[in-house]
C-alpha cells in the first residue's frame, strides 16, 4: 500500500466549519463501529484491525495531517477483495452475514483513508449505517437502542454541518461568505462556538423528537409479522446439541457456557418452585460415539378456532402405544410462556407431557417422537404459551401395568451396536432382583445414580468404547454419559428407550418472576417404554450442588429483568401485548381517577366538618376567637413585612456609621439626596450623570452644596473613601436646611 502523509491543504471551507464537520463524520464511524462491536457477534481480528485503523484517522485528525491512499492503489484493493470475499464466505466464515459484515468494515477502512470527492463523505456516511444495520441484524440486546440513539443524534449534527459546509464553500467561491470572528482562533467564545452549541441543541432536540414520535408509533402499531432480514441472523453454534445428529460430549461442551438461551414465566407462580423439564429432540439410533434419528415422516398440526396447537391426543396414523405418554389419573395442569433466544433452531421446547401450543406459528408439525418442530421456514421460533399436564403416575402404578412390547417399537428403540459385552451384563446383574419392566428401568435409574459422579470435564482423549470407559474406568461423567448408559443398558434387557436432549431447571428471577434458563442448563434424560402404561421419563444423572447467591449473581438478575422487559415489550410487542398494555392502563387510570375522587371527597367532608366545628367554637366564645384573630393577622402581616423591616434597620445603621461600609453608604446617601432635591422641584433624569444633574440647578448656593456632596459621594463611592463616607450626613442636613429656607 502507498501512502503519502503530507500536510492538509486549506479546505475551501472555513477552517472551523471543516474540523467541525470532519469531527461528526469521524464520530459517525466510529459510533456505527462501537455499535457492531456490542453486538459480541465480531471476530478478534476484525476488531482488533479496525480499531488500529480508526485510532491513526483519529490521530490525523488531531494533528491536522492527512493521510491519503492513492486512487489507484483503492481499485487495486476493491478488486483484490472480491476474491478475499469468496474465500471468506465459503471457507471461513461459510455465512453470509459475517462475510457481508468485514466487506463493509473493509470497505469503510480503506474508503476513511482515501477520501478524494465530497460523494466519498456520503459514502462513509452509508458505511456507517450499514453497520449499525448489521448491528441489528446480529443482536436484539437492549444496548442497541443507547447506542442507535446515539448515532442518530451524531449523524443529524454530521448531515447539518454538512450542509453548512457545502453552502460555506459555495458562499466562498462566490465571496460572498462573511463570519465574523471564524478567522481569530484566540478569542474566548467565537461565533463559530455558539454556532455548534446551537447545533447540539438542535440534533437533541431533532433526536429527542424522533424518539418520543416513533414510540407513539411503535405502540399504536403491533408488529404482524418479523423483519425481513430476521433469516440473516447468525445461527448459535450452541444449537448443534439440538440436531437430529449429536456426538457423544457435545451438549457437555454446551452446558460450560452462561450464555441465555430462553425464560420460562409459569401463570401463578411466586416462588420458583418448579423444576421444569424442557423437552426438544429425541435420539433413537447410536453407533457407539453417536446418536443420531434416522429420516422419518412428520405430521402436520391444524389449528384450532383462536390459533391453538392440541399437541396431546391428536389424530395420527401411527399406533397409539408407539406416543403414549404414561399419564396419572390425577392431572397437575401448567401454563406457561416461553420467551426463545435467537439460537437458530426450529424445535419447539415443551414441559411434558405437553397438550396444548400456542403463538405466532403458521406451519407446525410433530414426528413420532412427539417432537414439535416449526416448520416454517419464513418465521423463527420467538415466544410461545404451552399447556402441559405435570402430573406423573406412581410406581405402583407403573408396577402394576402388564402387556408386550409392540413390534413397531422393537426396530426403533431396541437397537444395540456392538459394543463391549461387560455392559449387557452390568445390565442384567443391576435389575436381576427386579420382575417389572418399571422396576428393571428404576433400578438401573437408581445405581447410576448413587455409584457415579458428575463432572463437566470431558475426557483428554477419545476412546473406542467411550460407554465402557465411562462405566468402567472413570466412572464419572455428564448426563449423556448417564442417559446414553441407561437407554443401552435398557436395551439390552428388552426394554425400548430413546434418548431426550433439552434443558432442565433454570434460575429463577424473583424480579420478573420467570425462570433464566442458560446453556448451562442443557441436558439429556432417558424416556422408556413400559408396556402397559407408555413412555415413563428417566433422569440417571446425580444432582449438582446449590447455587451460591452473590452480589453479582443478584446484580445479573436486575440485569435480566431488564433484558426480559426489553424482548418483550419490544422485540416481541404485538396485537397480544398491545391490548394487555391498553386494558392495564385504562384500569390503572380508572384506579386513579376512582382514588382522586374518593380522596377528594374524604378532603370535602373533612373541612365541611372543621368548618362546622369552628362556628359553634365562634359563636360560644366570640372574645377568645377574635383576639386569636387579630393576633394572626398581626403575625401574618409582620411575617410579611419582616424583610423590609430588616432591610430598614440595616439602611439606618449604615447611614449613622457610613464609614464601616463607603460604597454601599455612599450609594445610600446619594439616592437620599435626589430624592430631597426631587422634593424641593430638582429632580433628577435617569439618563443624567451626577455631573450633568449638578449643573441643571439654577440656584447658585444650592448647586455648591449639592457640587460637594457630589464631589465627596464619587470619592467614596469609587475611592472606597471613608471620611468623605462620614461627611455626606453633615452635608445632607445642610441641603435639607437649604431647602426648609
Known amino acids: ?194 454556532l455548534a452549541l446551537s447545533l447540539a441543541r438542535t440534533g437533541l432536540v431533532l433526536v429527542a423528537g424522533m424518539l418520543l414520535a416513533g414510540s407513539v408509533i411503535f405502540f399504536a402499531l403491533p408488529r404482524l409479522s418479523y423483519g425481513y432480514l430476521s433469516k440473516l441472523a447468525q445461527q448459535n453454534t450452541l444449537v448443534s446439541g439440538f440436531s437430529d445428529n449429536v456426538n457423544l460430549g457435545e451438549i457437555g461442551r454446551i452446558q460450560q457456557s452462561s450464555q441465555i438461551m430462553m425464560h420460562i414465566r409459569v401463570e401463578g407462580d411466586q416462588t420458583g418452585g418448579y423444576d421444569l423439564l424442557l423437552r426438544g429432540g429425541v435420539l433413537t439410533h447410536f453407533d457407539g460415539h453417536r446418536w443420531t434419528n434416522p429420516p422419518h415422516d412428520i405430521e402436520s398440526l391444524v389449528p384450532s378456532y383462536g390459533g391453538r396447537f392440541a399437541i396431546a391426543g391428536r389424530s395420527s396414523d401411527l399406533p397409539v402405544d408407539m406416543v403414549r405418554f404414561a399419564r396419572s389419573p390425577i392431572h397437575t395442569i401448567i401454563r406457561y410462556r416461553v420467551t426463545m433466544e435467537p439460537i437458530g433452531t426450529n424445535i419447539i421446547f415443551l414441559v411434558p407431557t405437553a397438550r396444548f401450543l400456542s403463538g405466532r406459528f403458521r406451519e407446525l408439525a410433530a414426528d413420532i417422537d412427539d417432537v414439535v418442530q416449526n416448520v416454517d421456514r419464513d418465521r423463527s421460533t420467538s415466544t410461545y404459551n404451552g399447556i402441559s399436564d405435570i402430573a406423573r403416575p406412581t410406581p405402583a402404578e407403573l408396577n402394576a401395568a402388564t402387556g408386550a412390547v409392540p413390534e413397531d417399537l422393537r426396530e426403533r428403540y431396541l437397537q444395540v451396536p456392538s459394543l463391549d459385552p461387560r455392559i449387557a451384563q452390568l445390565a442384567r446383574q443391576v435389575t436381576r432382583t427386579e420382575r417389572t419392566p418399571y422396576a428393571k428401568a428404576a433400578a438401573i435409574d437408581r445405581y447410576l445414580t448413587t455409584q457415579y459422579g458428575y463432572t463437566l470435564e470431558l475426557p483428554s482423549e477419545d476412546h473406542k468404547d467411550p460407554l465402557a470407559y465411562f462405566l468402567f474406568v472413570r466412572r464419572r461423567g455428564h448426563c449423556e454419559y448417564f442417559a446414553s448408559s441407561m437407554a443401552i443398558m435398557l436395551r439390552e434387557i428388552g426394554i425400548p428407550s430413546r434418548i431426550v436432549t433439552g434443558f432442565r431447571g433454570g434460575e429463577y428471577n424473583n424480579l420478573t418472576g420467570s425462570y433464566i434458563v442458560r446453556a448451562r442448563d442443557a441436558h439429556s434424560w432417558v424416556e422408556a417404554f413400559i408396556p402397559g402404561a407408555g413412555w415413563v421419563t428417566f433422569d440417571p444423572t446425580p444432582a449438582g450442588g446449590p447455587s451460591v447467591v452473590t452480589f453479582w449473581t443478584r446484580l445479573q438478575l436486575y440485569t435480566d429483568a431488564m433484558r426480559e422487559f426489553w424482548r418483550e415489550w419490544i422485540i416481541n410487542y404485538d396485537f397480544g ?58 403575625a401574618i402581616i409582620l411575617l410579611f413585612s419582616l424583610p423590609r423591616i430588616i432591610r430598614t434597620l440595616r439602611r439606618n445603621a449604615l447611614a449613622r456609621n457610613p464609614a464601616s461600609a463607603p460604597q454601599a453608604a455612599a450609594t445610600l446617601w446619594y439616592r437620599r439626596m435626589t430624592r430631597l432635591a426631587s422634593r424641593r422641584g430638582w429632580h433628577r433624569e435617569p439618563s443624567q450623570t451626577p455631573t450633568e444633574f449638578t449643573a441643571s440647578i439654577t440656584d447658585d448656593e444650592l448647586r455648591q452644596l449639592i457640587q460637594e456632596f457630589t464631589d465627596r459621594y464619587e470619592r467614596a463611592r469609587f475611592g472606597n473613601s471613608a471620611d468623605d463616607a462620614s461627611s455626606l450626613p453633615e452635608i445632607y442636613h445642610s441641603i435639607e436646611t437649604f431647602g426648609r429656607k
Not at 491519503?68 to 476493491?78: A, D, F, Q, V
Open 1 to 194: 500500500m502507498a501512502a503519502s502523509a503530507t500536510t492538509q491543504p486549506r479546505p475551501l471551507a472555513p477552517p472551523e466549519i471543516e474540523d467541525f464537520f470532519q469531527g461528526c463524520l469521524f464520530l459517525l464511524i466510529v459510533t456505527g463501529f462501537v455499535t457492531l462491536t456490542a453486538t459480541g457477534k465480531l471476530d478478534f481480528l476484525s476488531i482488533v484491525f479496525v480499531s488500529l485503523a480508526l485510532l491513526l484517522r483519529g490521530y490525523t485528525l488531531i494533528r491536522r495531517r492527512h493521510l491519503n491512499i492513492p486512487e489507484r492503489w483503492t481499485s487495486y484493493l476493491g478488486v483484490a477483495y472480491v476474491v478475499v470475499y469468496l474465500v471468506d464466505f465459503f471457507l471461513i466464515s461459510q455465512n453470509f452475514v459475517a462475510a457481508t459484515v468485514h466487506l463493509v468494515l473493509f470497505g469503510m477502512v480503506v474508503k476513511i483513508f482515501s477520501v478524494q470527492r465530497d460523494r466519498d463523505h456520503i459514502y462513509l456516511s452509508v458505511l456507517a449505517f450499514l453497520e449499525v444495520l448489521s448491528a441489528a441484524i446480529l443482536t436484539v440486546d437492549s444496548v442497541f437502542l443507547a447506542a442507535f440513539c446515539t448515532f442518530a443524534l451524531i449523524a443529524v449534527l454530521t448531515f447539518i454541518s454538512m450542509e453548512m459546509r457545502r453552502s460555506a464553500i459555495s458562499a466562498t467561491n462566490a465571496g460572498h461568505l462573511r463570519i465574523p470572528g471564524l478567522r481569530t482562533r484566540a478569542r474566548a467564545v467565537s461565533p463559530f462556538q455558539r
Open 577 to 634: 401485548h398491545q391490548q394487555t398494555l391498553t386494558n392495564t392502563t385504562v384500569a390503572r387510570s380508572r384506579h386513579s381517577v376512582d382514588r382522586f375522587r374518593h380522596w377528594a371527597r374524604e378532603r370535602y367532608l373533612y373541612l365541611l366538618n372543621l368548618a362546622r366545628r369552628t362556628n359553634q367554637e365562634v359563636s360560644n366564645q366570640p372574645r377568645l376567637y377574635s383576639e386569636r384573630a387579630v393576633v394572626l393577622v398581626a
